[in-house]
């Protein structure tokens, strides 16, 4: 009848539930129990008492079916206690070993005994290890939903502890339920089990495996770990937990994968845009707070250890997510976050890919040549910096290319500081200070990659730079067009600034290789500019290549009220090298010292370079011969500030004769004869108490005492030639003493002539400057000139004013090209052109003409080559 419950048929007492289920069809599994309802226990047989075989049982109905299989399924899920206990002991082993190590009370914490084990049964069936990991991240998906977090956090330690326990290639059946069940704890909203999950992944990723996965898939963990790394809890401590678990997970992704070429390859872009950004926002943060507890630290050991094991191909793919990251957060500016993130990219990778760093920042200063000033200065100073650790390694195949890119920065960063703008449509203002900041770190950054080379690099690279500077005459293309003279000007002393830098640390033992002539020859041609800055850097430039032994320091005060010994300077006896040195240069360093002198706008730090040249010559190349030379000097130095005909102010008259008396001093101490030293001694004794502007204390001071009116000077305080002679008569320098009754004269060469010029008018002045009077027409006779001595008499006394009508014509000469124009210029330059034309056709007539013929007759005239007109078909 309707609502009652089916009648089963009966059965016979030896039927089991073995039996019963064995009765059902083949594929159908018994149904279950609805929620709630249970079997009742069977009763149990007395000891040695057993069930007689079962007999199948006869087929039932469809309803009676699905109720039996519905009681075996509650039973297959029922605990030990249950009502079923005995049914429970059918279930398969390892579901049984597994079920036992969950305690009643999840504070209990796992049953060690159980688990114990729980490992040797899968240890000796490993082929249960991907049953047993199913079950138990089942187990744990069914507590995690019941929010019975003690039971999760007991299955992931049995897992663990599986794990652990594994040989490695049997480890594979375990890994895949153990990374789902990862993932599903990192999905949840709970940070203690984001933490759990990851200290969980980072002890399997301890485990060294050899079997290869080539299934695995690691982009889960990168982002979520990324994300973690990020984190804004509101607790402040359970925020720094959660970056500290973030960044371990990342560091344990790293080592997992970092050496295995099958796995996920996490040096691809896409993974190094998430894992270094994260890194660097937690390595950021310890750089702002300062505080111990930050998750920096553990940054830090991550960071380091990712730099560590990347390989050649894979640190361009490592830099570039740094360099974004410091452009979208500007984080260039001062000595702060950049500088301090690239030393530790530097000390981390392996030095022979430190150059790979460097041409990663070169370009990215070229790419950032339209960012604002301050920019550029902090990536120029990261570069700085990041040479400066490089020392150990090597620059590698680019070191041109390293100076060549912070050229060009100074060349437009001039042309910013003249615009005022730092783009080419105008609309990003720059200050003069800004641009100024800049060109000192990058002359800077230049010295520090300069003493990363060794010293023959060192050679070639200020050749380099000496290629770079707009040599007198010869303007190469640094400059912008619109920079126009004070742009070159300026180019000009920050090229020899940075010169500067890289002969600052200069060493070499040989003075023919660190001064070659096409280094020496363009360098001294600066010391006859007339902007004062060039010439004290060009003395500077000298006295740093030539002081091997590092006594400028030492000569950082010209005194003579000082004993030379306390100095204690270093001295040696000139080398063979350093002879044939002075031999092949010493006339040409002479005469540049001599007509230095002469600059009406020297100051007080040109006379005393002056004078640090000059003893640091004594000093490195002093021999008997470049004595007698160097008193010969300073004798035509004395006369020079005595004579009438230079225009030289009463500052610079006295400079020159402290420079003579501080110079002989020191002289006088180093070892001539003492008849030098003492008649040296009372000159100066006698100018301490009567002329007291005549001393380099007097003068090189804040404040220089100087005599009003036109500067006198008696006899008696200066030092005579014959004296000195005579002081030398009788020693080592006897054999060179007849040299000092010849006075010093300088010969004045074409090369300084044109190192005065100013621009570039100048230049195209020389062109212009032929005989405007020739005329292509009529042939010109070769004129000569008699040589009498009234013209010699009258070349030796008019020659300085001979010098200033040359000097004022170049300089109308050089107003004239600037001021007046185009076409008038390029009308000239065009005559000046047919003419000269017209001369070299002159030439070539003379030079095919055939010789006179034997007959008296002249043969025809032959078509000259060049004359001859070929037909098109002939002409490729």
């Known amino acids: 009848m309707p609502g009652t419950l089916p009648r089963f048929p009966s059965m016979p007492r030896v039927a089991t539930m073995p039996a019963l289920l064995s009765s059902l069809p083949r594929g159908v599994s018994p149904p279950s129990l609805p929620r709630g309802f249970t079997m009742p226990s069977l009763p149990s047989l007395p000891r040695g008492v057993t069930l007689p075989r079962a007999v199948a049982m006869p087929a039932v109905s469809q309803a009676p079916r699905r109720l039996l299989q519905d009681c075996c399924s509650v039973l297959d899920h029922q605990a030990p206690g249950g009502l079923c206990g005995c049914c429970w002991a059918l279930r398969p082993r390892y579901k049984r070993l597994v079920d036992n190590i969950f305690p009643e009370d999840p504070e209990d914490g796992l049953v060690k005994a159980n688990m114990e084990k729980l490992t040797f049964f899968a240890l000796s069936a490993p082929e249960k290890l991907d049953r047993i990991a199913a079950y138990l991240s089942e187990r744990l998906t069914r507590e995690l939903n019941r929010h019975r977090y003690g039971y999760v956090c007991i299955a992931m330690e049995a897992l663990e502890q599986l794990l652990l326990a594994c040989h490695c290639q049997s480890i594979n059946l375990l890994v895949e339920s153990f990374l789902s069940t990862l993932r599903l704890l990192l999905e949840t909203d709970k940070p203690h089990l984001h933490i759990l999950a990851t200290n969980s992944f980072v002890k399997f990723a301890n485990i060294e495996e050899d079997t290869p996965s080539y299934h695995r898939s690691y982009d889960f963990f990168v982002s979520r770990f990324s994300e973690m790394c990020h984190s804004d809890h509101e607790d402040p401590d359970t925020q720094n937990k959660i970056r500290v678990s973030g ?124 960012s604002p000033a301050s920019v550029r200065a902090g990536i120029v100073e990261v570069l700085s910096e990041a040479a400066v650790i490089e020392a150990t390694g090597s620059v590698g195949p680019t070191v041109l290319e390293v100076f060549n890119t912070l050229l060009r920065q100074l060349r437009q960063s001039v042309d910013y500081q003249l615009t005022g703008y730092y783009d080419n449509a105008g609309k990003h203002k720059t200050t003069s200070r800004e641009e100024e900041t800049l060109q ?185 011969e470049v004595v007698v030379d160097l008193i010969r000097l300073v004798l035509a130095l004395q006369e020079l500030a005595l004579s009438n005909q230079e225009s030289l102010s009463t500052f610079n008259r006295c400079g020159v004769h402290a420079v003579s008396a501080a110079f002989l001093d020191l002289l006088s101490q180093l070892g001539p004869p003492p008849l030098l030293h003492e008649h040296i001694t009372q000159v100066i004794e006698r100018r301490q108490k009567g002329a007291p502007h005549l001393l380099p204390e007097h003068v090189f001071c804040d404040d220089p005492r100087l005599p009003d009116g036109t500067l006198t000077v008696d006899e008696g305080f200066l030092f005579v030639q014959s004296t000195i002679c005579e002081a030398l008569t009788g020693s080592s320098y006897s054999a060179h003493s007849e040299r000092l009754n010849t006075p010093y004269t300088p010969q004045l060469t074409e090369e300084d002539r044109l190192s005065r010029r100013k621009s570039i008018g100048d230049v195209i002045s020389v062109q212009m400057d032929m005989d405007a009077q020739c005329c292509p027409d009529t042939p010109q006779k070769p004129q000569t000139e008699q040589i009498t001595f009234e013209t010699l008499k009258s070349a030796i006394e008019d020659r300085g004013q001979v010098e200033e009508e040359e000097r004022r014509r170049r300089m109308q000469l050089a107003e004239h090209f600037q001021t007046a124009p185009f076409e008038e210029i390029a009308a000239q330059c065009g005559a000046r052109t047919s003419r000269l034309q017209s001369r070299l056709d002159q030439v070539f007539d003379l030079i095919i003409r055939p010789p006179p013929s034997p007959s008296g007759q002249s043969p025809p005239r032959s078509t000259p080559l060049y004359e001859m007109k070929f037909p098109d078909l002939c002409v490729y």
């Open 247 to 370: 960044i371990r997970g990342l560091q344990g992704v790293v080592r997992k994968t970092v050496d295995d070429e099958l796995q996920v390859n996490i040096w691809e872009p896409r993974h190094m845009e998430q894992i270094v950004p994260a890194l660097l926002v937690n390595l950021q943060q310890h750089t702002l707070s300062g505080s111990s507890g930050s998750p920096a630290e553990q940054t830090e050991v991550c960071f380091r250890e990712l730099l560590g094991r990347a390989a050649y191909g894979h640190i361009n793919n490592a830099i570039r997510p740094v360099l974004m990251h410091l452009d979208s957060h500007s984080l260039w500016g001062g000595r702060g976050f950049a500088v301090r993130c690239f030393q530790i990219i530097m000390y981390s990778i392996q030095s022979q890919h430190s150059h790979l760093v460097i041409q990663q920042l070169l370009g990215h200063l070229d790419a950032n040549s339209r």
């Open 440 to 624: 000192d770190a990058v002359i800077m950054t230049i010295g520090s990659f300069a003493n990363t080379l060794p010293v023959y690099q060192r050679s070639e690279v200020m050749l380099f730079i000496m290629g770079k500077i707009p040599v007198p005459g010869i303007y190469p293309a640094l400059g912008s067009p619109n920079a126009g003279f004070e742009g070159s000007r300026m180019i000009q002393v920050m090229l020899l600034k940075s010169l500067l830098q890289v002969s600052d640390r200069y060493e070499s033992t040989n003075l023919l290789t660190a001064l070659p002539s096409s280094f020496l020859e363009p360098l001294l041609s600066f010391t006859l500019m007339e902007d004062p800055e060039i010439r004290l850097l060009v003395l500077s430039i000298l006295t740093s290549l030539i002081d091997r032994r590092h006594n400028t320091a030492r000569l950082a005060t010209a005194s003579v009220a000082f004993d030379v010994s306390a100095l204690e300077l270093r001295e040696d006896r000139c080398s063979r090298q350093d002879s044939l040195f002075m031999r092949k240069h010493a006339q040409r360093l002479y005469r540049h010292v001599y007509l230095a002198c002469k600059e009406e706008s020297s100051g007080r730090s040109h006379y005393h370079a002056l004078y640090t040249l000059l003893a640091v010559l004594v000093l490195e190349l002093a021999n008997e």
